[in-house]
Structures are given as structure tokens and as C-alpha cells.
């Protein structure tokens, strides 16, 4: 009698604690419903612009521009724990979203743009280290191109690199004295595994650089010679007026540099002029899925090479302002340009 009581009992909790997931389910099946309608009238009024930033400084000096122009009806649809934000800049649409630090967070984000919402491209913007010493903070650089530099092949300490490897560092050459060897040995730089929806599935391309779309990347030379800030306030300026720089190389991985050695490492190996964790991540998923993409990355610092502190905290936002300009300037010429086609 007592065990059928018992069963009895183990009966009506089971079905109670499944009635609890069925409705939990259907309220999450709702939740998606409603959302996935949201995000169906929000594409119909599209075609949007993909805007992606790093970080907090970076979505303050945006946001304090005032060019953006909250949706009043859909202001914003949060997906996997970040918010996408729509609006407007000067009567063009745009979808903005900051990704957070790393290259992983910059390709998830990127890839759920272009999925979820009807997106003519990405423009990627934020600051970045100097790592060319033609150039100097506050500079915006419109990169052509970026190499991923954070696939190494560590490998016993007297064993070669793999000899595909486009660049070795060898950590013996920066003992301090010099001389001797290291137990680090040398690592090999390799290239990325790139994937494209117009080359063969399941058959990457091994790539080491990652071209920005050539048309954008053409019209972004009209912002050449465009006014910048110098100054973070009345009493700190930076030393000349800064400029925008459009072409040159830029690197990312998921380093942060502030090493003077590592620095010239990158320069001299790479010829690299920009130093950040997102970029190539960006520019990447855009052209596996096909998308326009182009950067925008104000220099806030020397990534090692100065004295004492890093500055990124001292020009960050300023460099973050100056960033913020130009994507605005270039989303005005964007207009024009798709209105000529
Ligand atoms: C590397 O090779 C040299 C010469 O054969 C040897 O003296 C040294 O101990 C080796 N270093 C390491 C870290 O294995
Ligand atoms: C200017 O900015 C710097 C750096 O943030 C700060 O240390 C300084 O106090 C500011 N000066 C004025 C006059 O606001
Ligand atoms: C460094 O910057 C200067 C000035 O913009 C440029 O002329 C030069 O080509 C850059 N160096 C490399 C390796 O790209």
C-alpha cells in the first residue's frame, strides 16, 4: 500500500514538474515569437547600416556626437546578451551594436548582425595603438587591409617552424643581456582558415590579409583632410593637429600591446600602423558572408613605445571623438554614393 502511495505521489510530481517546462517553454517560445516579429517589421523598413563598436568609451564619444537618432517606436532588440541598437544618422538607417573586447566577441556579434537583421554592410569603428612612428595619436586610420596575428605554432625550443609559417619571433634575440638561449624558443606566425559563402564548402582559404571593400574603401578617401579635434580640454592638446590616414595595414589579436619590442616586431614583420583585438574579426565574417565592411580606428597610444604610462586613457576619448566624426562623415558620403548607383 505504501509503495503505491509512493508511486502515486512520484506520478503527480512528475507531472507537475513537466506542466512547469511545458509553460516555461511556451513562454520562451512566445518570447521568440513576438521577437522574431519585431525583428520582421524592423527588416521590412530596412535596408540598415551595421555599426559595430568595442567598448564603452568608444559608444560614449558616439552617442555624445548626438548624430544618432534613437528609433521612438523599436528603439532597440537585445540578442545573446547585447543590444542592438536602431536608429538613424542624418536620414540614413542603422543597426548599431557594441561587441565587446576580443575577437571573439567582434565575429559573434558581426555574424548575428548580418543573420538577423537586413544589412547593406559593417562599418567597425573604436581605437587602436600606433604602431608606425610616421603617424601620431589622435591620427584616424581607414586601414585597406588586416592580418590576424594571433595564430602561433609553439614549438619545441630548438625545432624549426612549420615552413608555411609567414613570420617567425624569436624570443632567444631579446634576452636581456643579449645572448644565450631561451626556453620559449621561437614561434611561427600562420595564417587564417577563411571561409566564403562564393568558395567551396567546408574549404577554407588559408589567408593572411583581409581587404575592406574596395568601393567604401574608396569613397572613405574623401574624409581625407576632414577637421579634427586636438584638444581634451583647455589644457590638454595633443602636440599637432591630427589627420586622417586612409590605407596602410592594420593587425589584430587578442593581445593587448604595450611593449615597445613587440611593437617594432609587429611594424618591421608585418608593416603594420594599427594595433587592436576586433578588427580583422570584423572584416572577416563580413566577407565570408558577403557584406561590404570598412574600419574606422582613432590611435590613442603608442602601444609601448612611450614613456612612462600608456596614454589610452588620456587620448582614448578624444581619439574615440575624432573616430566618431569620421564615421559620421562617412555615413553622409555612403548616402550619396548608393543615391548614385
Ligand atoms: C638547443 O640546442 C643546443 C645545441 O645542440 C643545446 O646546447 C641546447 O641545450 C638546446 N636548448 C634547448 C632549450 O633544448
Ligand atoms: C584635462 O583632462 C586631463 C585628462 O583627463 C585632466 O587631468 C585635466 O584635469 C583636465 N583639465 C581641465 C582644465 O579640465
Ligand atoms: C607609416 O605611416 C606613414 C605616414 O602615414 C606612411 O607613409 C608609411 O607608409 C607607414 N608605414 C607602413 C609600413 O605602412
Redesign the pocket.
Known amino acids: 500500500m505504501a509503495a503505491g502511495k509512493q508511486v502515486k505521489w512520484h506520478l503527480l510530481l512528475l507531472v507537475f514538474i513537466s506542466s512547469l517546462l511545458f509553460s516555461a517553454f511556451a513562454i520562451s517560445s512566445e518570447i521568440k515569437k513576438t521577437l522574431a516579429k519585431t525583428i520582421k517589421e524592423l527588416n521590412r523598413k530596412g535596408p540598415y547600416l551595421g555599426l559595430i563598436t568595442v567598448y564603452a568609451p568608444e559608444e560614449d564619444a558616439f552617442f555624445a556626437s548626438g548624430a544618432f537618432k534613437p528609433n521612438p517606436k523599436q528603439p532597440y532588440v537585445d540578442l545573446s546578451g547585447r543590444r542592438f541598437r536602431i536608429g538613424s544618422i542624418e536620414g540614413s538607417k542603422v543597426i548599431y551594436v557594441r561587441c565587446g573586447v576580443g575577437l571573439v566577441n567582434a565575429a559573434a556579434a558581426t555574424q548575428q548582425m548580418l543573420d538577423v537583421f537586413h544589412i547593406t554592410g559593417i562599418v567597425h569603428f573604436g581605437i587602436a595603438g600606433n604602431a608606425n612612428s610616421s603617424m601620431s595619436i589622435g591620427d584616424v586610420i581607414i586601414p585597406k587591409q588586416f592580418a590576424q596575428t594571433g595564430i602561433w605554432d609553439w614549438v619545441k625550443p630548438n625545432a624549426t617552424i612549420p615552413t608555411n609559417d609567414v613570420a617567425e619571433l624569436d624570443f632567444g634575440s631579446y634576452n636581456m643581456p643579449s645572448g644565450g638561449d631561451n626556453n620559449l624558443g621561437s614561434i611561427g606566425y600562420s595564417t587564417e582558415f577563411f571561409y566564403s559563402k562564393s568558395g567551396k564548402p567546408n574549404t577554407p582559404q588559408r589567408t593572411i590579409w583581409f581587404q575592406t571593400s574596395q568601393n567604401w574603401f574608396e569613397l572613405a578617401s574623401s574624409l581625407e583632410g576632414m577637421e579634427l579635434e586636438q584638444c ?5 592638446c595633443l602636440p599637432k593637429k591630427p589627420k586622417v590616414v586612409v590605407g596602410l595595414n592594420g593587425a589584430t589579436s587578442n593581445s593587448f600591446v604595450d611593449n615597445a619590442a613587440y611593437r617594432e616586431f609587429l611594424y618591421t614583420t608585418f608593416h603594420v600602423s594599427s594595433l587592436d583585438m576586433e578588427s580583422a574579426a570584423i572584416v572577416m565574417t563580413s566577407l565570408s558572408n558577403g557584406f561590404n565592411v570598412i574600419v574606422i580606428r582613432g590611435l590613442s597610444d603608442l602601444a609601448g613605445a612611450q614613456d612612462g604610462d600608456n596614454t589610452i ?2 587620448f582614448g ?1 578624444l581619439a574615440a571623438t575624432n573616430v566618431a566624426k569620421a564615421v559620421i562623415q562617412f555615413v553622409k558620403a555612403l548616402r550619396g554614393f548608393h543615391f548614385k548607383q
Open positions: 581634451v580640454n583647455s589644457s590638454l586613457l588620456l576619448p
